[in-house]
């Protein structure tokens, strides 16, 4: 089992930028590719970035491909997503989802096993 708590979010101007944490729970930390989703009012939850877990590639959506990035600490059981240049269309739930053992496709929903509860992004223009 696993548990996982997202901090960090809030309010920001377009441009500005934001540094996501989720904070996890459990044994074995490393052996969970770790995810970010997001979901905006009215909308599908969709993937945002993926970050495996012991060789630590990552995989990015289109849409935020060059501004954000996903980083892990294995050894502080935390993943972080770092959000510059956001934008009024960044403005979602943030999500901090863990795989075990990783996913076949990246970013697939169903392939990950545990989920936080979220953290508010709103960004204005």
């Known amino acids: 089992q696993v548990q996982l708590v997202e901090s960090g979010g809030g309010l920001v101007q377009a441009g500005g930028s934001l540094r996501l944490s989720c904070a996890a729970s459990?044994?074995?930390?490393?052996?969970?590719?770790m995810g970010w989703f997001r979901q905006a009012p009215g909308k599908e939850r969709e993937f945002v970035a993926q970050?495996?877990?012991?060789?630590?590639?990552?995989y990015n959506a289109v849409a935020v491909k060059g501004r954000f990035t996903i980083s892990r600490d294995n050894a502080k059981n935390a993943v972080y997503l770092q959000m510059n240049s956001l934008k009024p269309e960044d403005t979602a739930v943030y999500y901090c989802?863990?795989?075990?053992?990783?996913?076949?496709?990246?970013?697939?929903?169903?392939?990950?096993?545990?989920w936080g509860q979220g953290t508010q992004v709103t960004v204005s223009s």
């Open positions: 970050i495996a877990g012991s060789t630590r590639s990552t």
């Open positions: 989802a863990a795989s075990f053992g990783g996913t076949v496709v990246p970013g697939r929903v169903a392939e990950y096993d545990y």
């Open positions: 459990g044994r074995a930390f490393s052996s969970y590719a």
